[in-house]
């Protein structure tokens, strides 16, 4: 099947089984995978033009409202902080966008780019997953009175546990935030929040990936907050971020490829359905390990490529 506003050529079953593969195991951990969907449009199909950007971002619009229902459903929506990252980030994906179409339109620069990004991601985690960043001890007592209390159900035959205790919003304010979850109490920077959640807003418009791979990680290893309560955050993030990235660049005269994004959209649905139905049955550090694996891989791979060019 030809796609016309790409220029590629691919068989149409391609894109939803990649989009699938790729959502399942990365929207455990927040991300809706579009990180490793650019790399996956450039490298293998040969889609370099500005408009994989926003081709990107449409995957994300299609895929990641049935993993952010998942979560909704379950109680681990924390909202304060959904709100906060999705205000401080708009203003950053208009100037995101500008800079990929008037600076970066080389796809040798962009990859470079889109490997510092992702080394740096992966390096974070890095150092959380060895203990060299420093971390809240209830992030892991949380973790596993989570993990601890999801056995029990099992056990009992409630495979749902849509009844497990949900977060609860202590505090919601200009100066912090707070939560509760199984009984640790997390507590965090509202401006820090918002800053951090700018400039990623400046890079996901530039990369095209909503924001989310880069949120997660931090949200972990910086505020030290429970992998099992950020993920819908980033997740709904992400969704919001990259409708407006979809606007700006279609408004720019480099609107995706509608077809080739739906498609990949439909497949990363049923794959963010089920990766924020079994994240709950997967130990938080696994997650964290794989995304760590599989964002120093891409770096590696799109620094490679750079120097061999």
Not at 19 to 25: D, E, K, M, N, Q
Not at 39 to 55: D, I, K, N, R, W
Request: with cysteine; aromatic share 12%; charged share 10%.
């Amino acid at each position: 099947m030809e796609f016309s506003v790409s220029g590629i050529t691919v068989a149409p079953w391609v894109p939803p089984l990649v989009a699938f593969i790729i959502s399942f195991f990365t929207s455990m951990g927040g991300v809706s995978g579009a990180f490793l969907l650019l790399p996956f449009q450039m490298s293998v199909l040969g889609y370099t033009a500005p408009s994989v950007s926003a081709t990107n971002q449409l995957f994300n619009i299609v895929a990641i409202p049935s993993g952010v229902w998942r979560y909704i459903r379950e109680g681990r929506m924390v909202w304060p902080l959904t709100w906060v990252v999705i205000i401080a980030t708009l203003p950053g994906v208009l100037i995101g966008a500008i800079v990929r179409i008037h600076y970066l339109p080389d796809p040798r620069s962009f990859k470079l780019f889109a490997a510092a990004v992702l080394l740096y991601i992966g390096v974070r985690m890095v150092g959380d997953l060895v203990g060299t960043r420093s971390r809240s001890g209830g992030n892991d007592d949380a973790e596993k009175r989570f993990q601890q209390l999801v056995s029990e159900h099992r056990k009992q035959g409630e495979v749902e546990s849509v009844d497990l205790p949900a977060v609860v919003v202590r505090r919601f304010g200009l100066t912090r935030i707070e939560y509760e979850f199984y009984g640790e109490f997390f507590s965090f920077s509202t401006p820090g929040i918002s800053a951090l959640a700018f400039v990623v807003g400046i890079v996901g418009g530039i990369y095209g990936i909503g924001g989310g791979a880069i949120m997660a990680p931090f949200f972990i290893s910086v505020f030290g907050l429970p992998v099992y309560t950020v993920a819908g955050a980033a997740l709904m993030g992400t969704l919001i971020t990259s409708v407006a990235g979809v606007v700006i660049y279609s408004w720019m005269g480099v609107g995706p490829d509608w077809v080739l994004g739906l498609l990949f959209g439909i497949g990363g649905a049923a794959g963010m359905y089920c990766g924020a139905r079994a994240q709950k049955f997967v130990p938080a550090r696994a997650i964290k390990v794989m995304l760590c694996l599989v964002i120093v891989a891409t770096a590696i791979r799109y620094v490679m490529e750079f120097f061999r060019a």
